[in-house]
């Protein structure tokens, strides 16, 4: 079993060989937003959005094949020739035989190095590409040394060919947009600007430029141009084979303009000659801009070698300061996969979930789930504007308790539905819940409750039902009331909608309905009958949680009661017989919708925060009887677990069978029910029982997200096309299992969630078996290779777990407690376990002493120390340093141990 070697204390890692593994790529970021990837050979793209692709856009099926991609070519004086990338027909056939090249990558955040050595000729090669964290340009940093005898004399070409246009373009026009381009070749390489960009809706002029400019360490410049691709490559040719290298063309001078071809940053430097042992270094930039000028500054900024090997030190600095969490265990290999999985936020936020080979879907934006969810990380790693989103993310919501799933640039812009096809999410109203309750807890600010924000208005009504005939674009996408005001609702109100709608909406088995999907997006053929079990346990959870953060406002308010929108009052106040029929709650719920269709009175009443509180725990509790009621399957002696839902004929979708692989199980209701509280202790153990039955695979990344159907499921969702083993069909899917894992600790359950996130790290760091750097996948598939990297909400949630449920190290209502969940494997061979974070804008690091290496469950907070001051023990299982200490303490280096005993 190969792992993943780590090379230093920020993630930074070396793979040998890595072009002999396939589907590898690699992330290249700026915080301005280029987002390029590369892969082993430095194919791989770049791209300021869906209209602005630098390079062509690929496909993960695409990395075996594509070589139309950045290359660096050497020309011997006796007519050998090499690629620094690797990719040229002779280095490709020869990869399976290493000892004639070695090549070994070493990488880290947003940086990606390649080094290679070749016999023949005798030079030692590097290439480091990056992109700088503040600009939009890539920069390929280039070494070549002379490592034989004899002098040797080289021509170095840089090859990048220039896409230059939209991601649509691909497949829309490929050849007509070439007919766009116009080429230059400058001193300092080739810009492309095309004409226009070409959509048939609106044809537009285009104003980005695209560029790939060189220059050498002793200050040489791009000498011959070869600025198409028909002349590079030469007729018949190739790009790993290009005639313009092979067969030393003349190329075109500096100052040739060229129309309507495809464009390559193709250019030749003076030939060198190198010493034994000498070096030279070159340097390729990449980029786009609308704007001239600003490329003119990035040239400047990064002129030269020395320049450049600064903006490099500068953006690993950036980055390892971004992560700014760092664990401490038993396992120093766990510990780096955890800076991979702090940083992959990051990546989500720039990315959003498009833009890296697997992702070759949507145009760059996030889901809402992914938008609320994205939160939680930002809320650990980076708080300070977090509340400020959480308010405008709160303007997506609608009056009817569904939300904008189309979100614009910039926060709090969302945009309306302009299509007849109106899906909502069931899950959605759940994660804002989850998002506001980690920021209370984490800042204190219990306030943001009562903060007034604007609910969205498009034409969609009655929860997509209906379309708002009366509503038009011009009238702006924020809620009217009556009298032709902008409505604005306390946050408090907002979350009630969401919440209480939802309760009203429900299926023939009083079950909360699927609508278009929940979490799971490939659950999209149940609209009519489908109900999801799974969520409707999430919401019970929510209602609870919802109540708790209620009892919290009254008391640090020091007020009772609160001012509601007078509509929502039909949705209060009922008792469990109304709750048990299903008809009277949809008729409550259809005059809810038809009161707020187009617009509100905007009255307000008033209500106590008690009766509101209790309200909503009556309704959880009416929740948990009936689903533990109705949804439980028993299995074998000792087992069992959820129903998760309810297919489009009705019927539940999981059952247990006396017949090898007839057993339906799914992962989603489970975790659910762990989490919402609705699955007893007893129930839990159960479930564990059952899903390490059904549903755990030690060597594919642990439970995998249900059991195989051998169905097609025509009446539950595409989910069940895919193959088994794949995605939302069966995966090892990361996300679900590390809720799962959340969920198991937070009801106790330690060892049971570190199984769960233990064996998604050690398939990860398994190279042999992920074929994936370090970080988390979005899924393990049926042969354990880790798919979808980088872009997946179970960084975020990972992080989430390891933070506040693992180390204990959380917020409860502003202050900090620690209540630690570590097994006795977690801490090292002294017995220490710590986790460096910060919190309340102060630097800590929480060590836990557990010197007699107890397990879970057998030890106790003997003392604890902050700064060497003793800290009152309230608990035998946490520790509280309130916030007025806080607030008082230094901003860095604050030290807090623990002793378990
Ligand atoms: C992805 C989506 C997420 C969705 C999930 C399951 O998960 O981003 O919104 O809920 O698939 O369909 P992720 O990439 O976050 O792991």
Redesign the pocket.
Known sequence: MKHTQFTDNNGSFSVEHPENTSYLYFPLASEKGLKSCVTPILGGDSKLDQETFLLEPVSSENLHSNRATRNFWLKSDDGRITSITGASDEQESRKFTPDQEKCILHAGFMWHCLERTSSAPALKLRIVSFVPWNNNVEIMHIAIQNQSEKVQNLTPYAAIPIYGRSADNLRDHRNVTSMLHRVETEANGITVCPTMSFDERGHRKNHTVYYVYGFSSLGQKPERFYPTVEKFIGEGGSYTHPRAVYESFNGVPCGTSVAGKEAIGAFAFPEISLDPGQGIQYAILLGADTDRDEIRKIYEEYSSVEKIQAALDETIRYWAEKVNVTFHTGNPDQDMFMKWVCFQPYL?RIYG?SFLPH?DYGRGG??W??LW?DCLSLLLMDPQNVGKMIENNYGGVRIDGTNATIIGNGEGNFIADRNNITRVWM?HALWPLITTQLYIDQTGDIDILNRKVPYFKDAQTERGRLRDQLWSSEQGNKQMTQADVIYKGSILEHLLIQQLSAFYEIGEHNIYRLRD???????DMAPDRGESVAFTCAYAGNLRNLARMIRLLEAYSGQSETELLYEIQILLGHDRALYDSISRKSEILHKYVKSCRHTISGQRFLISYASLASDLELKAEWLTEHIRNQEWICGQENEGWFNSYYDNHGQAVERYSKKPGDVRMMLTGQVFAIMGQVASPQQIRQIVTGADRYLYRKDIGGYRLNTDFQELKFDMGR?FGFAYGE??NGAV????TVMFAYALYQRGFAREGWKALRTLADTALDFDTSHIYPGIP??FRSDGRGM?HY?????SWFMLTMITQVFGVRGEAGNLLMEPKLTAEQFDETGTASVQLTFAGKEFTVTYINSEHKEYGNYITGSATCNQAYLKIDSPNYTVLSRETIIALPSRNNHIVIHLV
């Open positions: 989500r979930c992702h996030r889901g789930r992914d969810q899950d999907a929940d979490w799971n997006d490939a659950l989910m995605k939302e899917f990361s996300h679900m979005e899924y979808y872009l997946t909400g179970a960084a």
